[in-house]
């Protein structure tokens, strides 16, 4: 049996595969090593299909995760899993080869990821063998949910958006008198800023949004630019999936061929698995 995760800064998907090839699924919150301990990680295994799959004999775990930056990291997420599935090969990777597999199998090319953050990386069709580091909500994740939220909200409380969608964004959030303590005190400030993004895409018939979510994916694509390679482009992620007619015709624009986009990876990513174990 082989157990899969993909781990966001959100939600965390799971699918087991059975000895037959049967495929069972499992959702908890996000698991960015980064972001939580190894408490918050065992409460998540506890309330979920996890603890069941526990018993079950898994011989392989393939996690992929936001937040895999480095070997330290790799091993503190592979001792938290080894305390629950205690025979288990583990394997800690990248959401970008996550992504990478999803999306291209075993084909070279760029790739993209566009959700809470985002990231991008050259992919030789088994490795990420290039990669313009992301640099988190702070300093960098161009074209994620998190920027398009903070550029927002940077137009609201510089009172730039019009008098309708202000408005509405008092309704849509009624803390609004409380949202910059809220985004500065918050321990999960991107989650916040992307919670915005279903708002923002209520609203792209606007000329102000619509201006403003290009400039936010504008920059995005000038990151993409840095690449050695002008591959084909394939994105995953929910803001690439909601908003695949504005990328779109942004890539266009940059000359870049977007070939794919997937609102998640976990299901192409169970496919990839399954074929590699035959």
């Given at each position: 049996?082989?157990?899969?995760?993909?781990?966001?800064?959100?939600?965390?998907?799971?699918?087991?595969?059975?000895?037959?090839?049967?495929?069972?699924?499992?959702?908890?919150?996000?698991?960015?090593?980064?972001?939580?301990?190894?408490?918050?990680?065992?409460?998540?295994?506890?309330?979920?299909?996890?603890?069941?799959?526990?018993k079950l004999d898994i011989q392989h775990i393939y996690f992929y995760g936001a937040g895999i930056t480095g070997k330290n990291v790799q091993?503190?997420?592979?001792?938290?899993?080894?305390?629950?599935?205690?025979?288990?090969?583990?394997?800690?990777?990248?959401?970008?080869?996550?992504?990478?597999?999803?999306?291209?199998?075993?084909?070279?090319?760029?790739?993209?990821?566009?959700?809470?953050?985002?990231?991008?990386?050259?992919?030789?069709?088994?490795?990420?063998?290039?990669?313009?580091?992301?640099?988190?909500?702070?300093?960098?994740?161009?074209?994620?949910?998190?920027?398009?939220?903070?550029?927002?909200?940077?137009?609201?409380?510089?009172?730039?958006?019009?008098?309708?969608?202000?408005?509405?964004?008092?309704?849509?959030?009624?803390?609004?008198?409380?949202?910059?303590?809220?985004?500065?005190?918050?321990?999960?400030?991107?989650?916040?800023?992307?919670?915005?993004?279903?708002?923002?895409?209520?609203?792209?018939?606007?000329?102000?949004?619509?201006?403003?979510?290009?400039?936010?994916?504008?920059?995005?694509?000038?990151?993409?630019?840095?690449?050695?390679?002008?591959?084909?482009?394939?994105?995953?992620?929910s803001v690439a999936y909601y908003f695949a007619d504005i990328l779109n015709e942004i890539a266009v624009d940059n000359g870049i061929k977007?070939?794919?986009?997937?609102?998640?990876?976990i299901d192409a990513l169970t496919i990839y698995h399954q074929q590699e174990t035959r």
């Amino acid at each position: 049996m082989i157990l899969i995760a993909d781990s966001g800064s959100t939600k965390t998907d799971w699918r087991l595969i059975t000895g037959d090839g049967q495929t069972e699924a499992t959702q908890t919150k996000g698991l960015n090593p980064l972001v939580i301990d190894e408490t918050d990680f065992k409460k998540a295994v506890s309330e979920s299909s996890l603890n069941e799959w526990a018993k079950l004999d898994i011989q392989h775990i393939y996690f992929y995760g936001a937040g895999i930056t480095g070997k330290n990291v790799q091993e503190k997420l592979a001792n938290w899993l080894k305390k629950t599935f205690k025979d288990a090969k583990i394997s800690i990777e990248s959401d970008l080869l996550a992504a990478s597999r999803a999306a291209l199998g075993n084909n070279p090319g760029r790739i993209g990821i566009l959700g809470t953050g985002s990231n991008s990386g050259y992919y030789d069709g088994k490795n990420i063998i290039e990669n313009i580091p992301p640099l988190g909500f702070i300093l960098g994740d161009e074209g994620s949910g998190n920027a398009l939220g903070k550029r927002l909200i940077s137009l609201y409380l510089r009172s730039e958006l019009p008098a309708d969608i202000t408005e509405e964004l008092k309704i849509f959030y009624p803390e609004y008198n409380n949202i910059l303590s809220e985004i500065y005190n918050q321990q999960q400030t991107s989650r916040l800023l992307a919670s915005f993004v279903p708002f923002i895409h209520w609203h792209l018939s606007d000329e102000v949004i619509n201006k403003m979510v290009k400039q936010v994916f504008g920059k995005y694509f000038t990151l993409l630019s840095g690449y050695s390679s002008n591959a084909d482009l394939a994105l995953i992620g929910s803001v690439a999936y909601y908003f695949a007619d504005i990328l779109n015709e942004i890539a266009v624009d940059n000359g870049i061929k977007l070939t794919t986009i997937l609102k998640s990876p976990i299901d192409a990513l169970t496919i990839y698995h399954q074929q590699e174990t035959r």
